[in-house]
């Protein structure tokens, strides 16, 4: 049967295709017949198992010699992750493998002050919200460490004297330029639970909203694809029931 590749995650090893027929079919790394990495789009032909897909192929795998005398210019590269850290662009019928996303904690509090400073469009696993707010933390207590430093350097703690102004203003500023990117992070892991990012708006609600988002960041990962996103990397995906024949 004919059907296109709907979503791959390389690193997981599980994917899903739109059947010709019209159903939906899951696949693994397993049941992939070639060295064509598929990515989200690719036209690709398979034996249907209930609701499992074998021995898939890429098509202009399968055609081989003949494409690329039909088309001697590069393809265009197709990317198999929407929005997501990792893209593996296809070349020719060759798979250009990209270099694997750290899932670390100072990687995903890096990513979220750059890359994701201000993304409120994907999904964040528990590891990368919590390492966030890990490193957050951190900052926050060296900097305003650094300041009362600078403070007692100048004579600033001594009886008497003024406010201490660098140990309140250096994490002062470090959470104003931080804010965007928390608020980020935090619509990102409400939406790894399948829920509107609005949903964030309920720590508005005194006394009981910052404990109902508090519960939001403890709720493990949906196992699925969901509408902003695929399972985040490094989260364990169960292989798909597949029914006895």
Do not use: C
Not at 37 to 66: N, Y
Not at 159 to 184: D, N, Q
Not at 202 to 228: A, C, D, M, R
Request: zero cysteines; aromatic letters at 14%.
């Amino acid at each position: 049967m004919r059907g296109e590749v709907l979503h791959y995650d390389q690193t997981q090893g599980f994917g899903f295709i739109a059947g010709a027929d019209g159903n939906r079919y899951t696949f693994a790394r397993e049941d992939l017949r070639g060295s064509t990495v598929p990515g989200k789009g690719t036209q690709i032909e398979f034996q249907p198992s209930g609701s499992q897909a074998r021995d898939v192929f890429a098509i202009h795998a399968l055609v081989g010699v003949q494409q690329v005398a039909a088309k001697p210019a590069p393809s265009v590269p197709q990317f198999g992750r929407r929005g997501s850290d990792q893209q593996t662009p296809s070349f020719n019928g060759m798979a250009a493998e990209a270099g694997p996303t750290s899932t670390g904690l100072w990687s995903y509090f890096w990513r979220a002050i750059t890359t994701n400073y201000a993304s409120f469009r994907a999904r964040a696993r528990r590891k990368e919200y919590w390492g966030y707010y890990l490193f957050w933390a951190i900052s926050a207590v060296a900097l305003a460490a650094v300041g009362f430093g600078i403070d007692g350097a100048l004579g600033r703690l001594d009886a008497g004297m003024e406010e201490p102004i660098a140990g309140f203003a250096l994490p002062g500023l470090f959470l104003l330029a931080t804010l965007l990117p928390s608020i980020a992070v935090t619509i990102r892991r409400i939406h790894d639970l399948g829920l509107s990012g609005w949903f964030y708006l309920l720590i508005l609600l005194p006394y009981v909203g910052g404990l109902i988002i508090f519960v939001f960041t403890l709720i493990p990962s949906q196992k699925h694809e969901n509408k902003w996103g695929p399972v985040p990397v490094g989260v364990r995906v169960p292989p798909p029931y597949v029914p006895a024949a």
